[in-house]
């Protein structure tokens, strides 16, 4: 069964310190691909990173950072010297291309609620 | 280009009235989703379109039905609201429907039912 896991539900930091937000999926398919959202305050989903199974590299994009590992399933998300801007829910989200529906089919993990205090 | 719209912003309802929430998109996109988001529970899907003319059920479709009016409209109805449909609507749209492609959102529509 596809599967999106966040553990983590809320996480409250202190501005200028590293925090990494975690997510574990399940896949029975061999070529899937991985996304994380932000939705910040004010409710709309920004997409940020698309990462696909066969591609293991590490992204980094300015403070933010993903680290991908198919040996452990995960896909988790740094941000470095975090800022109050950074204050947001962040969803992981698993596509597969078999997937049973239209094959753009997303399927989210439960979000992580991150707060950034000054 | 305004990407994704979405109407009405908010919405409040009396069990058993019906409403119509209307999703339009610019990007000339084929696909088109309805996912509701509940406190906890992330999004999920309730109806998609792969193209115009087509739609399908997705994990909650129960107490819904949509309309893909054309390739850039894709409404949301329902018919006997319920306190259970309490909840922020989004759609989305994506081009072509692959698994690879990102989709982009709407800012949302938040109902409430009495």
């Known amino acids: 069964a596809q599967k999106v896991t966040q553990a983590q539900t809320e996480i409250s930091v202190v501005e200028k310190e590293d925090v990494t937000l975690d997510c574990v999926y399940e896949?029975?398919?061999?070529?899937?691909?991985l996304f994380w959202y932000k939705q910040p305050p004010s409710g709309e989903l920004v997409f940020l990173i698309r990462?696909?199974?066969?591609?293991?590299q590490n992204e980094i994009s300015g403070r933010y950072s993903w680290n991908f590992q198919k040996s452990t399933s995960s896909f988790n998300f740094t941000i470095t010297a975090s800022q109050v801007v950074d204050s947001a829910v962040y969803f992981c989200?698993?596509?597969?291309?078999?997937?049973?529906?239209?094959?753009?089919?997303?399927?989210f993990g439960k979000g992580t609620k991150l707060s950034v205090k000054p | 280009n305004a990407g994704v719209t979405q109407t009405p912003k908010f919405q409040v309802l009396k069990t058993g009235q019906s409403m119509t929430l209307q999703c339009a998109q610019d990007m000339n996109h084929n696909s088109m989703y309805w996912y509701r988001q509940d406190p906890g529970m992330g999004l999920r899907l309730i109806y998609y379109s792969a193209s115009e003319g087509t739609t399908d059920k997705g994990e909650v479709p129960n107490g819904y039905n949509v309309s893909r009016l054309n390739k850039r409209e894709f409404s949301l109805r329902l018919e006997s609201a319920a306190p259970s449909q309490t909840s922020v609507y989004f759609c989305?749209?994506?081009?072509?429907?692959?698994?690879?492609?990102?989709?982009?959102f709407g800012p949302g529509t938040r109902l409430t039912v009495l």
């Open positions: 989200a698993l596509s597969e291309p078999n997937y049973g529906g239209s094959q753009g089919n997303l399927i």
């Open positions: 989305a749209s994506q081009n072509p429907p692959t698994a690879y492609n990102e989709q982009f």
């Open positions: 990462r696909n199974s066969f591609d293991e």
């Open positions: 896949t029975r398919d061999t070529t899937y691909y």
